[in-house]
Nanobody, 125 residues
Framework: QVQLVESGGGLVQAGGSLRLSCAAS????????MAWFRQAPGRERMFVAY????????YYAASVKGRFTISRDNPKNTVYLEMNSLNPEDTAVYYC??????????????????WGQGTQVTVSS
């Protein structure tokens, strides 16, 4: 069973940048599409970004498109989320997730079967 561990979160000022990493162990990620979700205080967990197995296909939530970039390094079994022009509305716990086989939608939580523990991102104004 694959395990996912996120890192790279922290406190940053508005306008700043952070790079999150999601490292996998126990199994290769190269056969799985991956995604990032986030959960702000008092809110539901929401889709942020998706990347295909090869990395050639990506998809973003409208709120982060143009500011965030998802990428992957399959030999390193790691997925990244580069976040630029951060604002306080980006404050949340960020989770990486593995897409399940025969999923229906890349934006729905139920189509992901393995999750990391999350990493906190706090953006101050």
């Amino acid at each position: 069973q694959v395990q996912l561990v996120e890192s790279g979160g922290g406190l940053v000022q508005a306008g700043g940048s952070l790079r999150l990493s999601c490292a996998a162990s126990g199994r290769t990620l190269s056969n799985s599409p991956m995604a990032w979700f986030r959960q702000a205080p008092g809110r539901e967990r929401m889709f942020v970004a998706y990347i295909s197995m090869s990395g050639s296909g990506t998809y973003y939530a409208a709120s982060v498109k143009g500011r965030f970039t998802i990428s992957r390094d399959n030999p390193k079994n790691t997925v990244y989320l580069e976040m630029n022009s951060l604002n306080p509305e980006d404050t949340a716990v960020y989770y990486c997730a593995k897409y399940r086989e025969r999923g229906n939608s890349v934006t729905l939580q139920n189509d992901y079967d393995v999750w990391g523990q999350g990493t906190q991102v706090t953006v101050s104004s």
